[in-house]
């Protein structure tokens, strides 16, 4: 294993200051490098579901180039944050399950039916499974984010936003792009794409692939080795057919695998072993939590004050098997184009997690789901006059899920309670016991859409748009315990509906200035909870959730188009949004999920992006946000006035990046040095509805960098990167398992260092 000494770290630290890196990082709405003429390019999104300048889309959006995520050393969905101020994705899983937030709309429920109130679209697929939203982030054209409800022409739950995910097509060009990556804790990644024309001008390919693995950032003194070890691949193949000009089939096969291990967490002791180091809630005080006098349930103290070690004594692997396809097709037929989407996903995933990060067996989850996605959009775009135009659609979803998750509670006490009747010494009275939650949900959404522009004046755009969606589901649920004995079933089935949509005015006074103000309706489908309970009454249908976005915003382009400066101003009137957290009943930690009445959000986002001389890019992005629950009573406590969770108030981003031209023997081009240094900050977060200090994050800074020399030809690359440059420890999730006495904590990862290898023929 690759173990850096302090003159190796001392050394990086100054290369990375000094030389900086992660070049080529997209704020929102710029994103781009600066061209050969020193200006900056246009950037080309399809955001309103047809191609158009970034600059002209009256929406609030983060477009990411190839370029920008390959030089910004983007891995996954999880590393989008650092270049969104306003976005925020966490999990407390390996591989499964991203929680996504933009601007403080989102979703904390990990089960394997919450339906996140942010969208993730691959190749304008939607992927309806958590199982399967980290799978496809490779050999990638573009990347955007969305910022605010989409109600109309994306509309399937999402109050929060999209991510759209757009892989590199085939063409008719050979083309082959890769990179090689090697680091700290052993870390490899491998990723390819090559593609060309099989039959010229009527059939080409496109290949490619990742491969990901490292030894793990985190010492388990249990078994003295390393976890939180990743082991992951994915591959794609896709085929263009183009058999006349008018018509053209994208069909795509893709898949993936994942062996690493599951999260390791932190383990924080909660009940005080002496009075003095108790707090005033009877728990453990903050100071207090490595002083050996303060234990979880079993009398397990984790006193080394190291987050990045722990005594684990399960050999956790989060496995998660997924594969799919999807069939695009384009038809212009002269005065409309026909546009026709279908997707299938199917995703296996069997995890099992050392839930209590200690060397006792107090908790022991095990979480299983098999799940199977079936799509079909019908979408047709058309002038409609000199100053009309519109597009409608259809919409189907059919869901399939089918789980089989436990949790294996204080195994270690079942001596207590063994009898000649009880051999095993379960007892569930007093919550010592194997207990599950096996269940089947099958959904089938239905939408119709319709979107308008008219042309006003020269200056003047107005848009509308509406959604009619419903979602029929049917849901089968078993509370076991043992895996034998039923003590709750229940079954029901239920639809609901829901109209969202938009409307619009823009107003372009020059060529390089455009003013917008804007307001949208989202949705969430209702449904019903998918966690662990023992009450029927935790299993009653939740409702909808809407929210009713305002939106006024000014996207321009100065000085010769060195200097973009854009901003937006929103205010979100949020009803009924859907909660979960997990709350104490009888002693024993109980997942809950429920509509908490309202809340009010509002902010402003703005970004800055100039070229002053060629070669020199500096970029500043940031979001102010202000969320507020209201009228919210939880378990007969009232949470109204606090913040949402994944809510920071600030949220920052900077970039100053410099490619420098270099002259050999001669005065012959030698090719370019690349450096750039790049921060992000993120303000105080809770991770929970109650807003306890406990469960937070103070405000940090993350800083990355890089520096790289590329030939003179474009098609070699290498370099060295840093991430986390200055070590920074900081929390990504907390789970609050205080009735087990402990809180289980997700870290964020350390300073990591390698270098690279990349190329684009």
């Not at 693995?213 to 263009?240: F, I, P």
Request: charged share 20%; net charge negative; aromatic share 10%.
């Amino acid at each position: 294993m690759m173990r850096i000494g302090k003159a190796g770290i001392g050394f990086m630290l100054l290369s990375g200051v000094a030389l900086g890196a992660l070049q080529g990082n997209a704020r929102a709405q710029s994103a781009a490098p600066p061209d050969t003429d020193g200006v900056l390019q246009e950037i080309v999104v399809t955001a309103q579901k047809r191609a158009e300048n970034l600059q002209d889309v009256p929406v609030a959006i983060t477009a990411l180039t190839a370029e920008t995520l390959e030089k910004a050393g983007v891995r996954d969905v999880q590393d989008l944050p650092a270049l969104t101020p306003g976005l925020q994705i966490k999990t407390s899983d390996a591989s499964a399950n991203p929680k996504v937030f933009i601007r403080g709309v989102g979703l904390n429920d990990f089960n394997a039916n919450a339906a996140g109130a942010v969208g993730i679209y691959a190749d304008g697929v939607f992927v309806a499974s958590p199982l399967a939203q980290l799978g496809q982030f490779f050999d990638l054209e573009r990347v955007e984010v969305l910022k605010g409800p989409q109600g109309t022409l994306y509309g399937r739950n999402t109050t929060g936003g999209a991510i759209n995910i757009t892989s590199r097509q085939p063409t008719f060009e050979t083309t082959s792009d890769g990179s090689l990556e090697y680091g700290r804790f052993n870390s490899v990644k491998a990723e390819a794409g090559v593609g060309g024309a099989i039959v010229p001008g009527k059939l080409a390919v496109r290949l490619a692939g990742v491969y990901e693995r490292d030894d793990g950032d985190t010492y388990n003194r249990y078994y003295n080795d390393y976890v939180n070890a990743v082991n992951r691949w994915g591959g794609r193949a896709s085929l263009l057919f183009t058999p006349s000009d008018d018509l053209s089939v994208t069909v795509q096969f893709h898949g993936g695998q994942n062996r690493g291990d599951s999260r390791s967490f932190q383990s924080r002791p909660l009940i005080p072993q002496d009075p003095s180091v108790a707090g005033p809630d009877g728990l453990c005080a903050a100071g207090a939590y490595a002083s050996g006098l303060c234990t979880d349930a079993l009398g397990y103290a984790d006193t080394d004050n190291n987050p990045y070690a722990g005594a684990y004594n399960v050999k956790g692997q989060d496995k998660v098997d997924t594969w799919g396809a999807s069939v695009n097709v384009r038809w212009d037929l002269g005065k409309a184009t026909l546009y026709s989407i279908t997707g299938f996903d199917s995703a296996e995933r069997n995890d099992l997690e050392d839930t209590d990060a200690s060397p006792n067996n107090l908790l022991t989850s095990t979480y299983k789901a098999t799940q199977h996605d079936v799509s079909q959009e019908l979408r047709v775009e058309a002038p409609l006059g000199d100053k009309w135009r519109g597009v409608a659609g259809a919409y189907f979803l059919h869901d399939y899920l089918n789980t089989a998750s436990q949790y294996d509670i204080l195994r270690d006490l079942r001596p207590l309670f063994i009898t000649d009747d009880n051999p095993t010494g379960f007892s569930l009275e007093n919550n010592v016991a194997t207990v599950g939650y096996p269940y089947t949900q099958i959904s089938d959404s239905y939408a119709v859409f319709g979107q308008v522009d008219y042309q006003l004046t020269d200056m003047v755009t107005l848009t509308g748009g509406l959604r009619y969606s419903q979602d029929d589901k049917d849901f089968r649920y078993r509370s076991t315990v043992e895996q034998v004995v039923d003590v709750l079933s229940y079954a029901a089935s239920k639809s609901f509906d829901s109209v969202s949509g938009r409307a619009s005015i823009q107003v372009k006074p020059t060529d390089d200035v455009m003013l917008y103000a804007s307001y949208n309706r989202g949705y969430k489908s209702g449904g019903f909870f998918g966690g662990y309970t023992r009450d029927p009454a935790d299993l009653a249908p939740y409702a909808d959730e809407t929210l009713d976005a305002y939106e006024v915003g000014a996207k321009t382009e100065l000085w010769n188009k060195r200097l973009r400066l854009n901003a937006a101003g929103f205010y979100y009137d949020y009803s009924n949004l859907q909660v979960f957290q997990i709350v104490t009943r009888d002693g024993v930690p109980t997942q809950t999920f429920n509509n908490a009445a309202n809340a009010r959000l509002y902010g402003v986002d703005a970004d800055v992006t100039l070229v002053p001389l060629k070669g020199l890019e500096i970029s500043l992005g940031g979001e102010y946000l202000n969320s507020e629950y209201q009228n919210y009573v939880s378990e007969g406590e009232s949470l109204s006035g606090n913040r949402l969770p994944s809510a920071p108030r600030w949220t920052l981003s900077g970039l100053v990046s410099y490619d420098q031209p270099l002259d050999g023997a001669g005065g012959k081009d030698a090719g370019t040095l690349n450096a750039s240094i790049d921060v992000s900050y993120r303000s105080l977060v809770y991770f929970d509805s109650h807003n306890l200090t406990r469960l937070s994050q103070s405000g940090y800074w993350l800083t990355d960098a890089r520096l790289g020399w590329t030939a003179p030809n474009g098609t070699i690359s290498l370099g060295l990167w840093v991430r986390n440059l200055f070590d920074q420890t900081y929390i990504m999730d907390i789970n609050n398992l205080d009735s087990f006495g402990l809180d289980s904590i997700s870290m964020g990862s350390p300073r990591r260092f390698g270098g690279y290898l990349s190329w684009h023929f």
